[in-house]
């Protein structure tokens, strides 16, 4: 079994500030660190190098507290030097049993932090181990290769569910398995997964999906979709006024289909500004008469994260569209709670950890649960990594949010794909290693 040792581990951070505020539904985000852990290990080869981030959005993560948003930074920051410190005394191993470990370090060593916002922290120090393990194993961090492993990759989330090997490594690319398609009201069915289009070179193009923050001007809108010939937007609710949203969603289909010509679609994204999901199915009911509705795909967490369940009034919602857990999942033990209660499916998101990234899509198509990657305004190596799962994983939803081209495009000039054409960001073959 290929294994490795975390000699070293060591967090630095970025201060990235937004050229403007991404506004979401009772929150506006302007500004986040960024978090760089960069690791040496022994693997079987001798020393191998590893680096990984994480976006530590605050509002996102820890929207409430008495402590300022400075504090609540300066704790996270915090939080991932120790992990960084915890990672370095482990002995050999893989870094899915280190990330399990180091989960439980983190909610001894900061128990007051909510699970999400510890959950960045770890992912910063979950991924730099992946990409010091996979450069160890020679081949991409993204492609599991079972052999290699000393569990399956599923165990914890999925006992029974092993997953595939990359091709060329002694296996094949992880294969979503669903249970066949599903139908979900006129929309996209569950358990139909596609990839990236390749490139010739081994590369893969991504369709880029544009975001509309809750009360973006449209007329800025319409300049982004004509000169990037973009055809996907995710658009952000308010969730105060169930009818005002849906509104807001007409408003912007107009707009996006004046803009571009052929196919589009939109998804929609509350942010946990809904109540109920109740409330959410009264928006929907309101869109429902609209043309822009056979053109919504999905619809992100639209209720608290610690909200009371209501499985079946979630359920009800689920059968007009797919509605995908995201603030919802901080860790792998959520993943059976988040099921129970009716979501459709999950967003993967790099920012919380290679480990949970993977383990939350093998959950998904495990059961033909929907499943998309969305990226966090990540910035830099983290959203290249983000781009990288996007690119690999089988997903439901071929269009890739990388918001960060909107907000803080200044982070990413080290990033060589960040022009986009006809709505296209497209990657390199990938290499050993996260990205």
């Known amino acids: 079994m290929h294994k490795v040792r975390i000699a070293q581990a060591q967090a630095s951070f970025r201060d990235v500030v937004l050229d403007h505020p991404l506004r979401l539904a009772g929150a506006s985000v302007d500004r986040f660190t960024l978090a760089v852990v960069q690791v040496r290990a022994e693997g079987p080869g001798g020393p191998v190098a590893g ?6 959005s605050v509002p996102w993560s820890w929207p409430r507290s008495d402590l300022s948003w400075q504090a609540r930074d300066a ?3 915090d939080l991932a030097a120790t992990l960084c410190a915890s990672a370095a005394t482990r002995p050999p191993g893989d870094p899915f049993a280190l990330f399990d470990h180091l989960a439980t370090v983190a909610g001894g060593a900061a128990p007051e932090v909510p699970a999400l916002a510890r959950s960045l922290a770890l992912g910063a120090v979950d991924n730099a181990v992946h990409d010091a393990w996979s450069r160890a194993a020679d081949l991409p961090a993204a492609l599991v290769n079972a052999d ?3 569990a399956d990759l599923g165990a914890t989330a999925d006992r029974g569910a092993r997953s595939a090997g990359p091709e060329g490594a002694g296996g094949r690319y992880a294969r979503a398995r669903g ?3 599903r139908p979900v009201g006129q929309h996209a069915a569950r358990g139909r997964y596609a990839r990236a289009r390749a490139t010739p070179d081994g590369g893969a193009t991504l369709e880029v999906q544009h975001v509309a923050g809750v009360g973006d001007p449209l007329d800025e809108l319409r300049e982004w979709l004509v000169r990037d010939g973009i055809r996907h937007v995710k658009v952000k609710l308010s969730g105060r006024d169930p ?6 969603v007409v408003e912007v289909h107009r707009v996006l289909r004046a803009s571009v010509p052929g196919r589009i679609s939109l998804s929609l994204d509350p942010n946990e500004g809904y109540a109920t999901p109740a409330d959410a199915t009264r928006m929907i009911e309101h869109l429902a008469a ?3 509705f056979a053109d919504v795909g999905y619809m992100e967490q639209p209720v608290p994260r610690d909200s009371a369940p209501d499985p079946g009034a979630m359920r009800e919602l689920c059968a007009l569209l797919p509605v995908l857990a995201d603030e919802g999942l901080a860790g792998v033990g959520d993943l059976d709670r988040l099921a129970a209660e009716g979501w459709a499916g999950l967003v993967v998101k790099a920012a919380r950890g290679q480990s949970l990234a993977l383990r939350s899509w093998e959950y998904a198509v495990t059961r033909g649960m929907f499943v998309v990657v969305q990226d966090l305004t990540a910035v830099d190596l983290a959203l290249a990594h983000s781009a990288r799962l996007a690119a690999t994983l089988p997903l ?8 960060s081209r909107q907000y803080a495009p200044h982070a990413n000039a080290a990033l060589p794909f960040m022009d986009v054409t006809d709505g296209l960001i497209t990657l390199g073959p990938p290499t050993p290693g996260i990205v």
């Open 51 to 56: 680096t990984g981030a994480s976006v530590l």
């Open 75 to 77: 704790v996270l920051r």
């Open 148 to 150: 290699l492993l000393n």
């Open 179 to 181: 249970r066949g398609a």
């Open 243 to 248: 009818r005002e949203d849906a509104a807001r």
């Open 290 to 292: 609209a043309e822009a």
């Open 396 to 403: 439901s939803w071929r269009a890739f949010e990388c918001n």
